[in-house]
Every structure is written in C-alpha cells, then in structure tokens.
C-alpha cells in the first residue's frame, strides 16, 4: 500500500489524539507521550509501505507507538517492571459510585489509571480509548485472548479501588494530584 | 456458562461495542450467550448495567484529555520534512527500485529448484512472496521484541505468544550464536523470527530463520524449497509438514539450510 500526503494527514487527524492518550498512559509525562505519538507518525511516514491494508492503520500505528516506547525505555536503561503479575492482588475497595465517577474530572480518572498496574494497563486504556475489542487489543499487545479478557477483567477491578482511593484523597482539601505525572516524581 | 463466566466474558466489551438495540446478536456467539445470561438472570442484570455505567463514565471522561495544542501541527510539520521514503519518490528512483527488484526476481528465478513450482502470480499468499517479503524485513531488521542467549528462553517467550519456533532454535547447537527473537505480520499471519550470529563472527547477527503456519500460504503442499541471494544474503524458504521456514544468512551458501544442521 502507498500512502500518499492526504492519506497520511487524514490518520493524524483521525488518530493522533488517541495515540497521545495511550503514550500518555504509558509514559505518564506529557512531553515524553507527545514525542511517542510523533514518533510513531515519522514511523508511519517511513514505513508505511509495511501497511498492507489501510483499514489495519489504527491498530499498525498503536502497536508501533507501544513498541517504540518499549525501546526508548531500553535504550535510556529506564526500565521496568517486566512482570508484575506475580505481585499479589491488591486489596482495594471497588465500592466507587458510578455516579461518582461520572462527577470526577479527566484528571481524577487519569490519576487512577496511572496507578493501576503496568500489567492491567496498557489493555484497559485501549479498551476505553477507543472501543477496540478484545481481539484487536490482543493483536497490539501481542498477547493471546485469554490473557487479555483477564486483564480486562482483574484491571477493571484495580482500576475502581484506585478510583475509589483517589476520590477520597481529591476530597481532602490540602491535597493536590498533579496529573500526568511526569518522571521522577 | 455460570455467572462468573458471564461477568468475566461481558468485562472484555468495550461499551460501544453491543447494539443495545439489538444485544443478542453480536458477532461473537459467547457475547451474545452472556447477553441472554443477562436477560434472565436480575442479579447478573444489576451487575451488567453498573458495569456498563461505570465504562461509560470511564471512557467519556478518558476521552476529554486533550492532547497538546500544537501536537497536531507538530506532527503533520514533521510529516512535511521527513525524508520520503522510496514508494513515494519520483519516477527515475522508482523504475530504479522497480529495476532492482526485477533483477532480484530474475536472480531467484535461476536459482529456484527446477523440480518445483514457480509463484503463481495470484494476489498473494505463495512461498516466492514469502520469501521477498521477508528477505526485505531482514534488510530493515532494526532490532528484537526478545534479546537472549538461551534457547530455551526464546522457545518459552514464542510459545506464551502462541508461537512455535519449530526447528529455527537447532541453529543453536551448530555454534551459531544466539542472540534473540522478534515476531513479524505477512498478510495476517504472525512469522518468529530468531536471529543468530554466524558461528565465529561479532557484531550484527548474521543469520536470521523465520517460521510461520503453513496454512498462510496458497500453493499446493507439495512445492519445493526456493532459494534466492542479492549478493549480501543468501535465502532459502521451504515448507516441513506444517510450518513454513525462511532462512537468510550473511554471504554465499548455496543451500543455506544447512547452517541448521551438523553437516
């Protein structure tokens, strides 16, 4: 497939907001997810030829978004937790109101997001972000269906209890949650 | 299905996924059987509709992020500038490029084994595009998803992604060193790639073997190996049973699939 100029401007347009949201999930800074959606487009405009489909964009342009993150992380040798999944679950209340959740602001609901872990993330942010189902998900993440639903589904649960801590904490006058977060802090 | 499995399948639905107008008739048929679940079950229902709030609530307010003022314009400025690659450039570097594949294609086409069939020339799917393609993903190779010394350790991170290496790993003990994997797409079909330094060389690996379903391809079973270099990289693509097999190796080898094998 060739993109030509038009083609190329259209899936900015159509996804570029997308992308950043997903960096930032990923990178919880906002000048590091603004670099790795650029990133990712330069990587379209080079390489796009590799794109067999155009309706297969979307989901070209957010796995090569995830693996150029995977790689500046290895290269700066800031790195990772590989496997989280070992962890114990955590024990967190999942009692948050629907409608508080609905009342809260981006950053509140971001905040939480950050703090699930790495593991759950990645596959719940695509799954809000942009209605992909579990089967496209699987294919960016590189992971076999099963594995994703139960991210899905153990994710969900962390992300109400980190919701739920947040709500709290946001309820405390003094308290102030600066969102992204940016590295280091 | 009991209840959990219905919580655990209807979790893995994006809210706009399910045509509320019409919930019992999504693509996938354990969706549409959880939906009946939920139809018949005022528990499960209760469960559904808060879980499908809180989705919503959640989506809507991922969704108002907004992406730095200028990235748009960044991006499309950058897009500007960016070198163009070769599919887009002018006519003289194209019928260059158009030039070098031919003699490439003429190239495998004298070495191909004279007892098989030649790509049939169909809308893809056959061992000779198989092979291009993927003799051009090792020109571009830039790196690896999984960087390892150990067999068995590449074998493992495969097969958790549902791959299996088949027989690429035997390189391993015929002293070329291992150094890692990466998993490539060809016309939807995921293809591992172990790549390897050829025994006794440093730095950039040098032989590279890729090993993808058989079911991926459109000619007959019984098609023999194809074989093709382009004076840096010799090729071999076959089939065994059921995989499929792409070997390149660095210089001349006339059956470069020896390199798997003693002897």
Redesign the interface.
């Given at each position: 497939m060739k993109l030509n100029p038009k083609e190329l401007e259209k899936l900015v347009t159509a996804h570029y907001a997308t992308l950043y949201r997903f960096a930032l999930s990923l990178a919880r800074n906002e000048a590091e997810a603004a670099d790795l959606t650029q990133q990712t487009y330069f990587e379209l405009a080079t390489k796009g030829g590799q794109i067999r489909d155009l309706n297969k964009a979307k989901s070209w342009l957010f796995t090569t978004l995830r693996r150029e993150f995977y790689t500046q992380r290895r290269q700066s040798g800031r790195f990772i937790s590989i496997d989280e999944d070992g962890e114990r679950e955590m024990e967190l209340s999942d009692e948050v109101e629907d409608n508080a959740v609905r009342q809260a602001d981006a950053r509140i609901v971001m905040e939480a997001m950050n703090r699930v872990r790495e593991t759950f993330r990645a596959p719940l942010v695509l799954f809000y972000l942009d209605d992909l189902s579990y089967r496209e998900i699987a294919e960016i993440l590189d992971l076999p269906i099963g594995t994703v639903m139960s991210r899905l589904s153990r994710g969900k649960r962390e992300l109400r209890g980190r919701l739920s801590e947040s709500l709290r904490r946001d309820e405390t006058p003094d308290n102030v949650v600066r969102i992204p977060r940016a590295s280091g802090e | 299905m009991d209840i959990e499995e219905a919580?655990?399948?209807l979790?893995?639905?994006?809210?706009?996924?399910i045509d509320e107008s019409s919930p019992a008739t999504p693509s996938d048929p354990e969706v549409a059987k959880a939906l009946r679940m939920v139809e018949n079950d005022p528990a499960l229902k209760e469960w559904y509709e808060?879980?499908r709030?809180?989705?919503a609530?959640?989506?809507?307010?991922?969704?108002?992020?907004?992406?730095?003022a200028d990235?748009?314009a960044?991006?499309?400025a950058?897009?500007r500038v960016?070198?163009t690659?070769l599919?887009?450039r002018g006519p003289v570097a194209r019928w260059s490029a158009v030039a070098a594949v031919l003699a490439v294609g003429l190239l495998v086409g004298t070495l191909v084994d004279p007892g098989t069939s030649t790509p049939d020339g169909g809308t893809g799917g056959t061992l000779g595009e198989f092979q291009g393609d993927m003799l051009e993903e090792v020109r571009?190779l830039d790196?690896m998803?999984f960087q390892s010394n150990d067999p068995a350790a590449v074998a493992a991170w495969l097969r958790s992604?549902?791959l299996d290496p088949g027989s690429a790993l035997a390189a391993e003990a015929n002293g070329h060193a291992l150094v890692g994997c990466k998993?490539v797409q060809w016309?939807g079909y995921r293809v591992s790639l172990v790549c390897f330094r050829l025994a006794g060389e440093e730095g950039m690996p040098g032989l590279h073997v890729m090993t993808m379903d058989a079911a991926a391809l459109e000619t007959p079973s019984g098609e023999g190996p194809q074989f093709a270099s382009d004076g840096t990289w010799s090729a071999a693509t076959w089939r065994d049973d059921d995989r499929v097999y792409f070997l390149a190796a660095k210089g001349e080898h006339a059956d470069p699939r020896g390199l798997l094998s003693p002897g």
């Open positions: - | 919580k655990f399948i979790s893995a639905v994006p809210p706009g996924r808060r879980s709030r809180f989705d609530a959640v989506a809507e307010r991922l969704q108002e992020i907004e992406p730095p990235l748009k960044s991006i499309l950058g897009l960016t070198p690659p599919w887009r571009g790196g998803d992604r549902e998993i016309k």
